[in-house]
T-cell receptor, first 110, second 116 residues
């Protein structure tokens, strides 16, 4: 199974940008990179996903390295509501299984 | 985005009883639904995958006779925990994908099961 590595925790000040890194050095050519976040006692919430090109949506931006061995989720202006565990997940080629790692717990300081 | 609901949101039951959890896709047809469990401070672990009208596929180590999954329609899947015991207490989360198994999964809010 394709694996991802994320820092256990990060902190950010409110209103400032946050860059959440994810390493996936064993990624295959057709693996999609998905990001989800989970607030306490809730199910994961879809944030964004991409394959090769950078992606933007109303929630965040996804920057994918040229060699695809790493990616970064960018929250442009962190709010207190963005405090959550963020998961970077690779969808293995030809399968559909989401293998959740430990994720990054983001703390947003007022 | 796509909405997935779960019912109940929390349930407390006595040891030895069975509990049914429903998962519904509210605004799309879910060809594939997934069931996960999550222990406190831990990550989600996939339990099983179900396709509408087919038998569920269980992950290694998950007892299919204990965790019965039914996916009778394109909008509803149920997980029944049979003869529940305290060690089955956990947070159960379902997800659904709409356009095939490799499509983005959308997650329900989860069900907190406590077995006394």
């Amino acid at each position: 199974d394709a694996k991802t590595t994320q820092p256990n925790s990060m902190e950010s000040n409110e209103e400032e940008p946050v860059h959440l890194p994810c390493n996936h050095s064993t990624i295959s050519g057709t693996d999609y990179i998905h990001w989800y976040r989970q607030l306490p006692s809730q199910g994961p919430e879809y944030v964004i996903h991409g394959l090769t090109s950078n992606v933007n949506n109303r929630m965040a931006s996804l920057a994918i390295a040229e060699d695809r061995k790493s990616s970064t989720l960018i929250l442009h202006r962190a709010t207190l509501r963005d405090a959550a565990v963020y998961y970077c997940i690779l969808i293995p080629s030809g399968t559909y299984k989401y293998i959740f790692g430990t994720g990054t717990r983001l703390k947003v300081l007022a | 985005g796509a909405v997935v609901s779960q019912h109940p949101s929390r349930v407390i039951c006595k040891s030895g009883t069975s509990v049914k959890i429903e998962c519904r896709s509210l605004d799309f047809q879910a060809t594939t639904m997934f069931w996960y469990r999550q222990f406190p401070k831990k990550s989600l672990m996939l339990m099983a995958t179900s396709n509408e009208g087919s038998k569920a596929t269980y992950e290694q180590g998950v007892e299919k006779d204990k965790f019965l999954i039914n996916h009778a329609s394109l909008t509803l899947s149920t997980l029944t925990v049979t003869s529940a015991h305290p060690e089955d207490s956990s947070f159960y989360i379902c997800s659904a994908s709409g356009q095939g198994a490799e499509d983005t999964q959308y997650f329900g809010p989860g069900t907190r099961l406590t077995v006394l």
